[in-house]
């Protein structure tokens, strides 16, 4: 009896060892400012703080940068995926397993300045001929579920941005923070945007496929905690808040 209790958690070992040496896919997409490229440099808090966890756990994968809609598609059809920054929504909530949260955002419509386009009600964003949003984003689910019919999706939102002030489109919805990153990244004066209705307030998280082991899962997530508790989460957040004019975590104090 005694053997094969033995055998039992010796097995156990094994398994647990094989599951936490288990190589990550690791996926983001270019969205300032929490994770984007710069000068062909992938930066940004919640790259910092992923990489972070990465070396407090030992997992050593790349973090590769696709176009939104392939990355939320490997994420849900492939096992052992981690994809950031990830809106948690009730709709995907039971898709994939989740760590964090990373970030607080404020989904918006946003207008060209002078367009004469008041939103008051989501109503009247229906009214519009057209709203570019970014395939398979959040944003775009939650207008769709809305009953929206006028999207016009797009690859990356920095098409939106120039689309928005050549007027092909007439309305862009996009996030605060971040909206004025990607105007700069679109070469789009900010100044020409304004926002025009806020939608909602939601975290954007750390996403692992269904089909990765809760043992891995739980060990980003315990790595993350002590990230929080011993400050560096916070210590990340207010040096990005100082690097960048368009601060990832305003609800944060100026001063420590």
């Known amino acids: 009896m005694n053997k094969l209790f033995a055998i039992a958690v010796l097995l156990c070992f094994v398994s647990v060892r094989a599951a936490l040496s288990t190589e990550l896919t690791i996926l983001t997409e270019n969205l300032p400012a929490l994770n984007y490229l ?7 808090p919640s790259v910092e703080i992923v990489k972070e966890i990465q070396k ?9 940068v696709y176009p939104w809609a392939r990355a939320y598609r490997i994420a849900l059809e492939e096992e052992n995926v981690v994809l950031f920054s990830t809106t948690l929504t009730e709709e995907r909530r039971d898709k994939f397993k989740w760590v964090g949260p990373l970030a607080l955002k404020r989904d918006v419509l946003v207008a060209r300045k002078g367009a004469g386009i008041a939103i008051t009600t989501l109503d009247d964003a229906k009214k519009v001929k057209r ?7 959040s944003k775009e689910e939650y207008l769709q579920q809305q009953g929206f019919t006028n999207l016009e999706p797009v690859s990356d939102d920095k098409k939106n941005a120039q689309k928005l002030i050549l007027g092909r489109i007439d309305l862009w919805v996009h996030k605060v923070p971040g909206l004025r990153s990607v105007c700069e990244l679109a070469r789009v004066d900010y100044n020409d945007v304004e926002e025009v209705y806020s939608l909602r307030k939601i ?25 929080a508790a011993d400050g560096t989460i916070l210590k990340i957040q ?3 808040n100082r690097l960048i004019p368009d601060p990832p975590f305003p609800e944060l104090p100026a001063k420590p």
């Open 38 to 44: 710069e000068n062909g440099v992938l930066v940004g």
């Open 203 to 227: 975290e954007l998280m750390i996403a692992f496929s269904k089909q990765t082991s809760d043992l891995i899962v739980q060990k980003w997530k315990n790595a993350f905690n002590d990230m």
């Open 131 to 137: 709203i570019g949003t970014v395939r398979n984003d």
């Open 56 to 64: 407090r756990t030992g997992s050593y994968g790349k973090i590769k």
């Open 238 to 240: 207010r040096k990005w």
